[in-house]
């Protein structure tokens, strides 16, 4: 029979000991496996869009006491020793960390709105009020451009004549190249189409780094420019990208590399 101090002092004991047991998930010989590892790998899981829920967790805590057993016996064979896997160790220590030093960055560094509609605005400037839908035709020497014009010009149909352009994304399709404003082309060519009229082709080639070009315009319509809230996350993350790039570029300066 236990006297009332020692039953007291059992109490006591047991009570202690539940604050530890409840930051554990389980203990796998005599090592826990902490509950904050099965926090993080269900959060890592809800960004994959897996539900929280109690199979869920169940499920986690299968996983992680399978790996305290598999890491155990890896350590036991002495596996974590080697200059492999250490390096591959040390890898994954940066990415994990790195990712923890970039979301600290993002955080403490967000994108104003003045920045994002300022951008907007010059992505406004840039596309222009207008439209263009345009074929043309590459080749490699000004003579073939011009023998080509040449050709047009007796009716030859510039969609068959495209057939032997070296641009291969447009070359099948006559030459082609849809809806686009100036700025999505090289100036020479965006300041040769801008200037011809509706189905006219250029008089004499146009040449770029790519070639020469034979330009016609099929048509002309006034610039789709979406609203500032559709584009507005491509932007952020556009400019998020910018200043991550700089910030790299400013602790790359300042570090010492020998």
């Known amino acids: 029979m236990i006297s009332k101090p020692a039953r007291l002092l059992v109490l006591l004991f047991a009570t202690a ?4 047991l409840a930051q554990n ?29 109690p199979q869920l967790r169940t499920m986690v805590k299968e996983e992680l006491i399978n790996r305290e057993i598999l890491i155990q016996e890896a350590d036991k064979l002495g596996l974590g020793t080697s200059a492999e896997v250490k390096n591959q160790l040390e890898l994954a220590r940066q990415s994990i960390v790195i990712r923890a030093l970039v ?17 907007y605005d010059k992505f406004k400037a840039q596309a222009g009020d207008k439209e263009y839908h345009a074929r043309h ?66 008089e004499t080639p146009v040449k770029t780094q790519f070639g020469y070009h ?25 400019l998020q990208q910018q200043k991550l790039q700089a910030y790299q570029q400013e602790l790359r300066k300042k570090a010492k590399i020998q």
């Open 17 to 20: 000991a539940l604050p530890a």
């Open 25 to 53: 998930l389980a203990v796998v010989n005599g090592k826990p496996i902490p509950s904050s590892r099965a926090d993080v790998m269900i959060k890592q899981m809800a960004t994959q869009g897996q539900q929280d829920s």
């Open 103 to 119: 979301a600290d960055y993002v955080k403490k560094n967000p994108v104003k709105d003045a920045d994002l509609k300022a951008e």
């Open 137 to 202: 035709i590459l080749v490699e020497k000004e003579d073939e451009a011009k023998a080509i014009i040449a050709k047009l010009k007796a009716g030859a149909k510039f969609e068959d004549l495209a057939k032997q352009s070296k641009d291969p994304g447009s070359a099948a399709n006559g030459g082609d190249l849809d809806w686009a404003s100036p700025a999505s082309f090289v100036k020479p060519f965006s300041d040769a189409m801008v200037a011809l009229q509706k189905g006219q082709i250029t």
């Open 214 to 238: 034979v330009i016609k315009l099929e048509d002309v319509r006034a610039a789709k420019v979406p609203a500032f809230e559709e584009v507005k996350p491509q932007i952020a993350e556009q």
